[in-house]
Nanobody, 126 residues
Framework: QVQLVESGGGSVQAGGSLRLSCAAS????????MAWFRQAPGKEREGVAAIYTRSGTTYYADSVKGRFTVSRDNAKITLYLQMNSLKPDDTAMYYC???????????????????WGQGTQVTVSS
């Protein structure tokens, strides 16, 4: 059974930085699309960034390009999201997701992912 546990959320002022982590267990971690999604109150869950663990190919939402960086540590079986230049609009619950398939051009679609974490809250104040 695949388990994903997020950590690293918190409250920061606009312009600040946070680093989210997602510890994975229960699978070989060799060929998965792993992604970060976020959901703000009253809004739909949206894709933020993704990485294909085999090749390291990354994908980003336009709203976070140049500010966020997704990465993974194969040895620790951990996914990261480095978030810089944070804005109040980045405030949301952030979720880690994984699926045993390449990411592809539809990486941002929630139903493509089989496994989800419980989320970690990020709050950015102006």
């Amino acid at each position: 059974q695949v388990q994903l546990v997020e950590s690293g959320g918190g409250s920061v002022q606009a312009g600040g930085s946070l680093r989210l982590s997602c510890a994975a267990s229960g699978y070989t971690y060799s060929r998965y699309c792993m992604a970060w999604f976020r959901q703000a109150p009253g809004k739909e869950r949206e894709g933020v960034a993704a990485i294909y663990t085999r090749s390291g190919t990354t994908y980003y939402a336009d709203s976070v390009k140049g500010r966020f960086t997704v990465s993974r540590d194969n040895a620790k079986i951990t996914l990261y999201l480095q978030m810089n230049s944070l804005k109040p609009d980045d405030t949301a619950m952030y979720y880690c997701a994984a699926d045993p398939a390449p990411c592809g051009t539809t990486w941002y679609v929630t139903f493509n992912f089989s496994y989800w974490g419980q989320g970690t809250q990020v709050t950015v104040s102006s």
